[in-house]
């Protein structure tokens, strides 16, 4: 009796790509890309993290010749890893949105930083970021394509960018009910502009009580580093507009919700309602 495999022509396909997700093949992930080939819609040179080897495994599933990598979608070579120079970072969460793979770890505001073992070399961070502190540092010395990369660290990216897809639904999901949440309100009318937009009224008791606030030293200083971080957000909010009219911005963005992207250039002076730092 012979065993008959439930998997698709295009999850085959799918098993053996590297998972890098980095969109080099002209689709948002590799799951597409997989579709894409079995529907004949793609060739099987496409991909180079997989490099030559990658070429080699397709053809040999889908009993095609070998052919070179295209160098229009990119060059075989050691698989880089992503490196942020955390002096320069300014916390846009630019790159975090990039990541499919969540290998990068940080808030807006704050410095953001890499986990090496998550990274999958897509280069995916280093377009949007504004103050080009990410730079990609080869790793495996001559070793490339499938040689510098192995099925189980496939398998494991894989993984790692279906909980992401499935973390950024979740997030749409909620945001989208907030958003319906506000817009009805208790009484089926739109809340909380009211009570946001009244004045305070209270007056200031220390001229009456004699006493003077404190002012601390380094207002100046804090005053001279959130301008710095407007300019650099304002950069960021300009630059990823930019990259979006000539589509040369990251491919595997579509499922970040517009709340989600705008949190990055939000003016730390006046962050989000819902914040979750607040």
């Known amino acids: 009796m012979t065993a008959t495999s439930s998997k698709t022509l ?32 793609a060739n099987i040179n496409q991909c180079p993290p997989g490099g030559q080897g990658g070429v080699v495994r397709l053809a040999t599933l889908l009993g095609m010749p070998v052919i070179p990598l295209n160098p229009d979608n990119g060059v075989e070579r050691p698989r880089p890893l992503a490196i942020i120079d955390e002096n320069l970072c300014i916390g846009c969460t630019l790159c975090m949105q990039a990541c499919p793979v969540d290998a990068i770890v940080g808030a ?17 961070c280093v377009p949007p970021c504004p103050v080009d502190c990410i730079a990609m540092v080869p790793v495996t010395g001559h070793q490339t394509g499938w040689d510098a ?13 279906d909980w992401r897809l499935t973390r950024l639904a979740r997030e749409r999901h909620a945001a989208e009910a907030r958003k319906a949440a506000r817009v ?17 009224t209270e007056p200031d008791r220390s001229v009456e009580s004699g006493t003077v606030q404190p002012v601390a030293a380094d207002d100046d200083a804090q005053a001279k580093k959130r301008a710095i971080i407007q300019a650099a957000m304002a950069r960021a909010r300009q630059k990823k507009e930019e990259l979006a009219r000539l589509g040369a911005g990251p491919k595997n963005t579509d499922a970040v919700s517009p709340e989600v992207q705008d949190r990055c250039c939000r003016s730390p002076a006046a962050p989000s309602r819902h914040d979750p730092r607040r």
Do not use: F, N, V
């Open 149 to 161: 990369w192995s099925q189980q660290e496939a398998d494991a990216a894989r993984k790692r960018h």
């Open 10 to 41: 295009a999850d085959q396909i799918e098993d053996r790509l590297p998972q890098t997700q980095c969109t080099k093949c002209g689709y948002p992930a590799c799951r597409p890309y997989a579709k894409a080939i079995a529907a004949g819609d």
């Open 184 to 200: 009805a309100g208790p009484s089926g009318t739109e809340s909380g502009i009211q009570s946001y937009s009244q004045p305070d």
């Open 108 to 124: 807006a505001k704050q410095m953001h930083t890499i986990i090496p073992e998550l990274c999958t070399g897509c280069d995916l």
